[in-house]
């Protein structure tokens, strides 16, 4: 075993049944073994709920980085992008921080009743009950919604359900997210390291300015999410090129959803030298683990 990590499969960027993953906590952890993966980081959607159950089932050769992905936007056009944030290794228990974790979870629930009642008023029964059932007290997401889509056969897949005429566009009232700013400082005031998540998934919508990541790089973001499923090979090189103008370490993850996508653990992978770089750059929390040695 390379002890600089060399050989290491790192994935940074995975979901459990704490947020939309259909794997429980202590299955994405198994998943990850039986994927030969060395580093996984668990990062639900605006939840650090599944941590201690990951962290009780890690097998001492696994490495587990506990991370959250944040719900954020940027207001700087009208109307706002919605964009998501990686903060790894935060202090959870930092007042600030889970304040804004447990709002945003607030405002999913919020959005998720107003789903209901407008394929309701559509005449499509699906009841807040079965999604909360579903959701299993984990951050309640659309992929909820889509899952009980396709039970009524409305959809063939989750995929299917994220269709402009469902929830892509028509049955996607808003929720209230957090200002891109205000959670990148909530990361690094908790002791985290900041990564934009796949910040050019045109398939999701519309993306930001390269201008903006100038700017959250001054402001004390510390990587980009070059290498994901949802980057074309086009995409992953302009975020390449960008990280290393900027100074900005680049990491690679699947974004992995058990079924509610086809992305296995691994998709994707981080250099270790990045790895090293960021947990270089954590105050406060480590990865559980043995690497980096
Ligand atoms: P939400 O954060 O609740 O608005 O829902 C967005 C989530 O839905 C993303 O984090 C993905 O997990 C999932 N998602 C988005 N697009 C798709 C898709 N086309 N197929 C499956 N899941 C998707
Ligand atoms: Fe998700
Ligand atoms: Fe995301
Ligand atoms: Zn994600």
């Not at 050769?61 to 954020?72: F, K, Y």
């Not at 889509?149 to 359900?161: E, I, P, Y």
Request: glycine share 10%.
């Amino acid at each position: 075993m390379a002890s600089d990590g060399g050989d290491n499969r790192i994935d940074l960027h995975a979901h459990s049944t704490a947020s939309d993953g259909t794997l429980s906590p202590a299955d994405v952890v198994r998943a990850a073994v039986s994927a030969g993966i060395d580093v996984l980081a668990l990062t639900d959607h605006d939840t650090t709920a599944g941590w201690s159950e990951a962290m009780r089932v890690r097998p001492a050769a696994l490495t587990l980085v506990l991370g959250v992905e944040i719900s954020c936007r940027w207001r700087g056009v009208a109307p706002a992008i919605p964009l998501h944030l990686l903060g790894y290794l935060p202090d959870p228990e930092e007042p600030r921080l889970a304040r804004a974790l447990a709002d945003l979870r607030a405002s999913r629930q919020e959005r998720g009743r107003r789903i209901v009642d407008l394929l309701s008023a559509d005449g499509i029964d699906i009841t807040w009950d079965e999604i909360l059932q579903d959701a299993a007290g984990g951050t309640v997401g659309r992929p909820h919604v889509a899952r009980a889509l396709v039970r009524r056969g409305l959809v063939a897949t989750v995929d299917d359900a994220f269709a402009p005429q469902w929830l892509g566009r028509r049955y996607r009232p808003e929720k209230v997210d957090l200002d891109v700013f205000e959670a990148l400082d909530l990361v690094n005031g908790a002791g985290g390291v900041a990564v934009f998540a796949h910040p050019r998934a045109s398939s999701r919508g519309r993306t930001v300015p390269d201008e903006l990541i100038v700017d959250l790089a001054a402001r004390g973001l510390a990587g980009l999410e070059a290498d994901h499923p949802d980057h074309a090979p086009a995409e992953r090189e302009h975020v390449h090129a960008l990280a290393r103008r900027l100074g900005l370490l680049v990491t690679g993850s699947s974004d992995f959803h058990g079924t509610n996508k086809t992305v296995p653990l691994g998709a994707c992978l981080t250099a270790p030298a990045a790895y090293r770089q960021l947990v270089a750059a954590a105050r406060g929390r480590q990865p559980i683990g043995p690497y980096p040695t």
